[in-house]
């Protein structure tokens, strides 16, 4: 199946500073790629749908300036937690599908950040 | 957006088939039924897809009746292993379109 592949895979950061996660779809073109927020014995959280050279879409109650996406090509994706707090610790998860039909969407391995 | 309802958690044990069901009574004609599992702190991983009747994969099986307000997936012989969290999704089968995820069922497998 199609690889998704995040970087990196975990992260601490101090309170204050901005942490960039990537998400690079590997064998296909994503014209479209999801972010996800995951609490510990939680489900995913749906944060933003990331469109290639288009503005984010952003779920209700996410801050937009908060947590800048970047869909610069068909391959990557990446999310900005700027200004980054220790409520901000979590594991994060993009997923992609291929741009033509069918089929399910593809995720990455996660992000584990954890803001000190 | 179809809402999905699955159990919390199941319990199983080694060799057994567990069998855990969902129910979307909204459904719409163009939605799928999407099967996922988790592991913690991996992202999730497809299992099996269907839209209606049977379908069956090498890991499980996915029945759908004829009115699709329900599908139960069927996952033979499970193992240690096969403890995680299954998310049943529903939803078009298209690039743009936004997976959300309920609750999941989270099953544990004893030896």
């Known amino acids: 199946g199609a690889v998704v592949s995040q970087h990196p895979s975990r992260v601490i950061c101090k309170s204050g500073t901005s942490v960039k996660i990537e998400c690079r779809s590997l064998d296909f073109q994503a014209t479209t790629m999801f972010w996800y927020r995951q609490f510990p014995k939680q489900s995913l959280m749906l944060m933003a749908t990331?469109?290639?050279?288009?503005?984010?879409?952003?779920e209700q109650g996410v801050e937009k300036d908060k947590f800048l996406i970047n869909h610069a090509s068909l391959t990557l994706s990446t999310l900005t937690v700027t200004s980054a707090h220790p409520e901000d610790s979590s594991f994060y998860i993009c997923?992609?599908?291929?741009?033509?039909?069918?089929?399910?969407?593809?995720f990455g391995q996660g992000t584990r950040l954890t803001v000190v | 957006l179809a809402k999905t309802t699955q159990p919390i958690s199941m319990d199983s044990y080694e060799g057994q088939e567990v069998n855990i069901t969902c129910s979307h009574n909204?459904?719409?004609?163009?939605?799928?039924i999407t099967w996922y599992q988790q592991f913690p702190s991996q992202g999730p991983r497809f299992i099996i897809q269907?839209?209606?009747t049977k379908v069956t994969n090498e890991v499980a099986s996915l029945f759908i009746p004829a009115d699709r307000k329900s599908s139960t997936l069927s996952l033979p012989r499970v193992s240690l292993s096969d403890t995680a969290v299954y998310y049943c999704l529903v939803g078009p089968n298209t690039g743009g379109f936004k997976t959300i995820f309920g609750a999941g069922t989270r099953l544990f497998v004893k030896a």
């Open positions: 990331s469109n290639e050279g288009s503005k984010a879409t952003y």
């Open positions: 997923s992609a599908r291929t741009s033509h039909g069918t089929t399910e969407a593809f």
């Open positions: 269907g839209y209606k």
């Open positions: 909204n459904i719409a004609t163009n939605d799928y």
